[in-house]
């Protein structure tokens, strides 16, 4: 992932640190190509446009033009508006709520949801979720599937499951999902669990009845999370899928799924910016440990090779 963009970043970097002096003219003419570069990632218009923008802006406005190694300057900026556009920090889970803390999972359905439930329940049942002190405990987690739209989907999430060592609650054929949550979070009390995970119904396609009955169990689960699963792969159609959730539901981050695959990167790359939401995991992988905490100067060190 993010080879090519990688490698045309590097070629417009080595331009301009090749050069002694540069004109505002050679500025704009290299934040052309990282534009160009970008778009070509799969990186949303309206945030390649505002990344160049902001960029050329800093370039050309302070004195570094002037400067004794202008085209270092240049590439400075670019590499540290990439780290911004990524979020800067890491950000994790924030669990620190009254017990159970209710981590809703939602998302279209094949994006790797049901998956990313089992993943963080095995990192959070080993201690391993987060990065600070928290969350090096072990926690004792729930998970529930509500979907009841496709067959066999709350049987898969006792599998895995039972792979992984975590709890499912038990499947009560016909109820609703909304019914669903409600005895979730009753058994989650009374057995003292400190982590309940609900993995909610997928669609093929954004509508409105998913959005209805998501806000219908997060009313009911007043989640401590609300995390959006999106397949990197889709590109673009990632960043629409992003959109539309973040515009109607409360999210508090996003796991990335299938960043192990041959993407162009887009997605990653501008989730942050066109949500506003963090990305809190990337999916490597169909194994249950393919998960990564998302560190964004990581991912930026990554592409600045
Ligand atoms: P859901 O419909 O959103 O619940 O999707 P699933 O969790 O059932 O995942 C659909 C498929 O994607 C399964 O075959 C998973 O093994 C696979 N998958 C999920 N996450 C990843 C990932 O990060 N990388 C890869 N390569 N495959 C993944």
Redesign the pocket.
Known sequence: MFESLSDRLGGVFDRLRGRGALTEADVRAAMREVRVALLEADVALPVAREFVEKATEKAIGQNVLRSVTPGQQVVKIVSDALVEMLGSDAVELELGVTPPAVIMMV?L????????TAKIAKRLAAGQANFGQAGRERKKVLMASLDVNRPNAQE?LATLGTQIDVATLPIVQGQQPVDIARRAMQAAKLQGYDVLMLDTA?RLHVDQALMDEMKAVADVANPAEILL?VDSLTGQDAVNVAQNFSDQVPLTGIVL?????DARGGAALSMRAVTGKPIKFA????KLD?LEAFHPERVAGRILG
């Open positions: 998302g359905q094949g994006s790797g949801k049901t998956t990313s898969q997928g699963v799924t299938r960043m192990d695959g999916g490597t992988g169909e393919a």
